[in-house]
């Protein structure tokens, strides 16, 4: 989704344990994805040119896109007037206070800060959700993904249940990158997560397949009723706009649904593959479209 290196020089990369504080990069994925920086300097600029304390080389990232202060015990933030903003934990901010476990996103890049005597703990908690969440939205990955559908087909398998799999993909979002820029389309990302999290079963996964496709795991479900979710959240995205940095978006999703009854051996892949086609096919027939079938 990103293109250019992520350097960060000049602030050792160790573990505070003795109350001090330090932000843990957590996305873009990358070879510098989970290292952690500690703040022991009382100022410190991070942003794109090279004379930065912590230099982002990522185009999204302003020359000189914000400042960290130690003012007393507390770490304060101020944006430089950067180009694409600064959040903190997705609000649009200009000045504030960074608390623990706040995430700190700038251009297309989020930190999170760790603060206090448990840091250490901390951070290692941190290392360990990344390896199952997706940062930048806050769902499940792709890893706990594949781990999860080989569980439930299964148990499936086992007790003879249906399944249901739900393989989703945002109409046209190469189009929202090109337009309006990777900073709009990650705002897009997040906002569609959060809008059909709240659709989502307990005993079922919402996850980030890669890119801008999602997928939803049924347990429990034939397809019939599997179609009819899928109809509800396709009409919840279709007919509500998404804003972004004051833009309002009108966009949709084509959905893909694969189904077993259980009667049978089944390969993951192969549900997912019978996602994939359909999802394929809803696409061929104009997008903002269901398809599904049973295996």
Known sequence: MHSGK?????????????????????YPKGPDMGRQFALNQNEIIIGRDDSS?????????SRHHIKISKKDTEWVI??????NGSYLNDNPIQKGTLRNSDFLKIGSVIFKFLTGTSIESSYY???YRL???????????????????EREVARSSRHHLPL???????????????EFGHPTGDAVLRELT??????????????????EEFMIIMPNTFLEKAMTFSEKIRNAIENAPFTSRNLSLSLTISIGVSSFNGNQKMDPDQLIKQS????YQAKKAGRNNVIGSQL
């Not at 992520?6 to 957590?26: F, R």
């Not at 390896?131 to 559908?149: K, P, Q, S, V, W």
Request: charge should be negative.
């Open 194 to 211: 959060q809008r059909i999290r709240p659709y989502i079963r307990r005993e079922e996964l919402f996850a980030r397949y890669g890119g």
């Open 78 to 83: 101020e944006d430089l007037g950067s180009t």
């Open 125 to 127: 908690e941190e290392i």
């Open 53 to 61: 304390d912590i230099q982002i080389d990522i185009s999204s990232v």
């Open 6 to 26: 992520t350097n960060i020089t000049n602030i050792p990369a160790t573990i505070q344990t003795d109350g001090k504080s330090c932000l843990v990069l957590i």
């Open 164 to 178: 249901s799999v739900l393989l989703l993909d945002i109409d046209h979002f190469k189009n929202v990158n090109d």
């Open 131 to 149: 390896t199952i969440i997706d940062a930048l939205t806050g769902i499940h990955n792709h890893r706990y993904l594949t781990e999860f559908l």
């Open 276 to 279: 994939d086609f359909n999802l």
